[in-house]
């Protein structure tokens, strides 16, 4: 493969593509893009926008925030409203196994839906765990339990893979812990690697050949390193893929998140936080909620890291080009109405807790 990587993933302002969104979406830089609620009007319009995007460039890769409850960008016009996922871990009290076949059905039938409407991949499951200290994770996460957060995980990815998506566990090694939401405040969390390895980050351990895709926290675990964990060679590269043996994509969190540019004694530019996160260990690098009013800020991203690589600050990698790659679906997706009419997926609406 030729020394390529695209790994910015942007947004759009609206609900079709500008001039200046096809010509971001066009930028050699650019792999992929995020879609919010404010994209969307209906299944038609969001259908209409993919296959636009798709068209302008067929490998880009479509993501959005589907999780279910709180977090579900697409909820009307035949959308499924699932539940949070913290309904699954509160089945799992009550009947283990019928919770994990529920969980599969939830996963099937966000993958199924979003990929009728040309939607590639979703940014789920949430592998933190519920400490009840969150507000930001709250009903997001399964369970308190790693065991239980771990397998309730691979049932919903399951269910993803049934409708060709790939999965994204998020937020390693866990952002259960600390009560500052990274949006808008730098969290931190002051407990040792051993502590934090023994409890939050045991899924990754444990769904090490099952996870496609990983997003790491922006959260300061001082007693492991001094950036966040996004931005940490010693987490990403030492003990995610080292010690853990994680071989899938990684995607930085959104770069305009508070806890993403307090970095270096400063606040660094979307371009210096891209070059860091990427020189860590991300693959992807993720800037959400900077193209409305004229989207300076995606320009000034995409320019600075065509600097950094042009000075060799940082270098593309073709491995982490493979890595995106491997996220796009394999197969092809089934239309909305014959979705509707199809066994797998009535089934799966069907067993949603």
Known sequence: MKNIHTPVI?????????KADRQR??????????????????RRQLTELTSQIKKLRPELLICVDQEGGRVQRFRSDGFTAVPAMRALGELWMKDPLTATDAATAAGHVLAAELRACGVDLSFTPVLDLDFGASSVIGDRA?????????????????????????????????????KADSHVAVPVDKRSLKAILSDDARP????????????????????????????SPRW????????????GAI???DLSMEGARQLEGGTLTYA??????????????????????????????LAGLSEAAAQNRWHPDPDSEQRRHTLLPQSPPLPWDELMHDPTYQRALERLP
């Open 10 to 18: 942007l947004d759009i302002a609206g609900t079709t593509l500008s």
């Open 25 to 42: 979406l066009k930028h050699p830089l650019t792999g992929g893009l995020i879609l919010f609620a404010r994209n969307w009007v209906d």
């Open 142 to 178: 399964f369970h308190r339990d790693a065991r239980v957060v771990t397998l309730l995980a691979k049932s919903v990815m399951h269910g993803l893979l049934r409708a060709g998506m790939a999965n994204c566990g998020k937020h390693f090694p866990g952002h259960g812990f600390v």
């Open 204 to 231: 990754y351990e444990w769904l090490s050949t099952s996870l496609t895709s990983v997003m790491p926290a922006h959260v300061i675990y001082p007693k492991v390193d001094t950036h966040p964990a996004g931005f």
């Open 236 to 247: 990403l590269k030492e003990i995610l893929r080292g010690q853990m043996g994680f071989t």
């Open 251 to 253: 995607f930085s969190d």
């Open 272 to 301: 210096e936080a891209a070059t860091l996160a990427l020189n860590a260990g991300c693959d992807l690098v993720l800037l959400c909620n900077q193209s409305a009013g004229g989207g300076t800020a995606v320009d000034e991203l």
